[in-house]
């Protein structure tokens, strides 16, 4: 049995299912596949997709399974090779909106690198991947060594080549909309231009990047945050322009590493 897993993550992963599916229908998978789907929803008649399943299941699943094909989560492939299993991996990709960045990519080359998995990058060629995990023979794992975990975590701290615009931007654009509307009111209330700011970031935010609480009040405590420096200074727009960017970056950056936020 093959044992498919797309974890926790809260975005749809369907280029992998669909791969494994078209595998099975090419005759190249001829065992029985079972698919933990999670928030991702797939209907196939050829394999058996659960969205949610419990902890014992999964661990049976894992357990019974021959070969496991997962996404790039460190948790899933580490489940995986602590019960010594073979392991082909899949990292989700943002440019497909699979996830807010590519360090599933680091994950993944840093587990093959060590020669724990098999990476699988190009979908198109799943079948290629698939003959070689017959013959492949994982380095056996030890949970203990080095603290693993802890070094592919650290690896891509250190390693995230992602521009500070291309981590930013999504916020950027928030604050550069808040920005002209501030500057078109500010000859008659800044207090209104916040206000007015402040709404159409709440509506744009929700409608291009899905409503979430946690959203909303990271632009509530944004604004507030606005607020003082623009209380203490009579350069409002001098304000508006250097200082209240830097305060909000800086504060998204603290946030982010706690929390994602998804603007």
Request: glycine share 4%; with cysteine; aromatic share 10%.
């Amino acid at each position: 049995m093959i044992f498919v897993t797309l974890g926790t993550q809260d975005k749809s992963f369907k280029r992998l299912l669909k791969a494994v599916e078209k595998e099975i229908i090419n005759g190249n998978i001829k065992e029985k596949v079972i698919v933990q789907a999670g928030y991702t929803k797939y209907k196939s008649d050829v394999m058996e997709v659960f969205d949610t399943i419990s902890k014992d299941e999964f661990e049976e699943y894992m357990e019974k399974a021959s070969l496991i094909i997962t996404h790039g989560g460190v948790g899933s492939i580490l489940t995986a090779l602590e019960l010594n299993k073979k392991v082909i991996a899949a990292p989700r990709l943002a440019k497909y909106k699979e996830h807010t960045n590519d360090h599933q990519k680091q994950i993944v080359n840093e587990f093959e690198k060590e020669g724990y998995i098999l990476a699988l990058r190009d979908f198109t060629k799943l079948d290629k991947v698939l003959m070689k995990a017959k013959m492949f023979v994982p380095k056996k794992y030890e949970s203990n060594k080095k603290n693993f975990q802890k070094i592919i975590t650290d690896y891509i701290d250190n390693t995230n080549h992602t521009s500070w615009y291309n981590k930013d931007r999504k916020i950027l654009l928030l604050e550069i909309i808040d920005y002209l509307l501030f500057a078109i009111f500010l000859k008659y209330n800044y207090l209104l231009g916040i206000g007015i700011g402040l709404v159409i970031s709440i509506i744009l935010s929700s409608l291009l990047y899905k409503y979430k609480k946690e959203n909303i009040i990271y632009l509530l405590i944004c604004t507030l945050i606005e607020l003082i420096p623009l209380t203490i200074f009579t350069n409002k727009l001098l304000v508006k322009t250097i200082i209240n960017p830097l305060v909000i970056i800086i504060y998204h950056q603290i946030v982010s590493k706690k929390e994602e936020i998804s603007l």
